[in-house]
Structures are given as C-alpha cells and as structure tokens.
C-alpha cells in the first residue's frame, strides 16, 4: 500500500508550540531562520529508539538559512541521498518522485544530509518545519546512525524551534471528515495565506519554499493583528 504524505507526517500529538496566536506572539525575534524539510523511505516508528534498524532513511533534503528581517537567504541546500543497504520503494516514489535508480545515479553519502543540516542549525536562531516533530526525528534517526554522540544529540534538541503545522492551525480553520478544525496540510496552509494552490508539493525544495510562506504568513499576521 502507498504511504501518504499524511502518514508520513503523522506522529505523536506533542505540545510542541501549540497552535495559538499567542505562540506565535511570544516567539523571540530570530535574527536567522532554518527552514528545512525530509523526504524520507517511510514513518519513522515512535514506539522504538531512533538508532533501531526499522527506522527509515533520509532520501532528500532541502533546506534554507533566511535572514528574518531582510528575508534573503542567506545560504540553501538540496540534496538527494545515495541509498547504501537499503531502497527506495516505487510507492515512495510515486509520493516524492524520487527514484531508487536516479538516487543511486546522483545522490551522495546519507551522512552528508545529516551533517549539513545540524551545521546549519548551529548558524539559526530558529528552526522550522511543517510538522517539525516528523522532521526533527529523522534527523535524530541520522544523527543516530553517523554521528552517536551525546552532547551532538543534546544540542539539536534544545535548539529553538517552531512547527508551521500546529502554529497556523487556528488560523487556516482546515476541517477533518467530521467538520472539526485539524492540523492543515502544507497545501491547505499555502493556499490560505497566498489565495494560491501550491504546486511541486512533497518534494523537499518545494515543501521547504511553502514553509517559509507559511512562516511569514503567521507573523504579518501577527503584525497586522
């Protein structure tokens, strides 16, 4: 069966800034912004330790350091890993569009993903992510993996961080199968702050690009309130 980008997403309901407009009011003003986002070869199982053998491997990464008051970026990546053991499945594919064979042909050292983005995260004041639980495990999973030291784990997940998904819930109002307000997708959170549909959704480099709107969404809206 397919995974959707929605069980992907999906983890456990933590309190992780909690969607209200008062998060977003209390939030520092960062002065650098990291906005990133994983492809991945599956859900991450939350019941097992990150360094268990089930959990799946990164196949893309995107990320972005943005100056918060300028916008501009200051320095962005994309990378595709090279699978080593392990495979992308046509199923995955159909979902990110990214290929077991074309990874091989032109991706590189997993490690190089998780190495990227910490080093990055080191240069924000800020971290964020359309369901940032999701994305942070899987770097806790790589971290695990190629860099298994305490005080590296410790670092990432203390940094400051904020998750677009739960933050812009009461604003976008998206509403489940039984009309109650849920978490948005990232489609649904794009629309609603550019009146348009988001387009190259569940690659990492667009996914990443709808994040930041998403992010500046809220806080002209925090401005403007």
Known sequence: MAVTKRQL?????TTLLTPTKEKVRTMSNP???LFFDFETTGIPNW???SGGDDQP????????????????????VNLIAKPDCWAISPELTEIHGISDEFARRVGV??????DTLFNMNRAATLRVAHSEPFDARIQRIGMK??????????????????CTMR??????????????????TLEEAYFHFTG???TGAHNAWADTEACEVVYFGLRDAEIAA
């Open 9 to 13: 997403r999906d983890g456990p309901d």
């Open 31 to 33: 002065m650098t912004i």
């Open 47 to 49: 019941n097992t330790p």
């Open 57 to 76: 491997h990164a196949v893309q990464l995107a990320a972005k350091l943005v100056d918060f008051t300028t916008r501009k970026v200051i320095s962005q």
């Open 109 to 114: 050292p997993e490690r190089i993903l998780f």
């Open 145 to 162: 993996r190629f860099m298994d030291d305490d005080a590296l784990h410790e670092e990432w997940k203390s940094a400051n961080r904020f």
């Open 167 to 184: 933050s812009s819930r009461e604003a976008v109002g998206a509403l489940n199968t039984s009309g109650k307000v849920k978490n948005p």
């Open 196 to 198: 348009k549909p988001m």
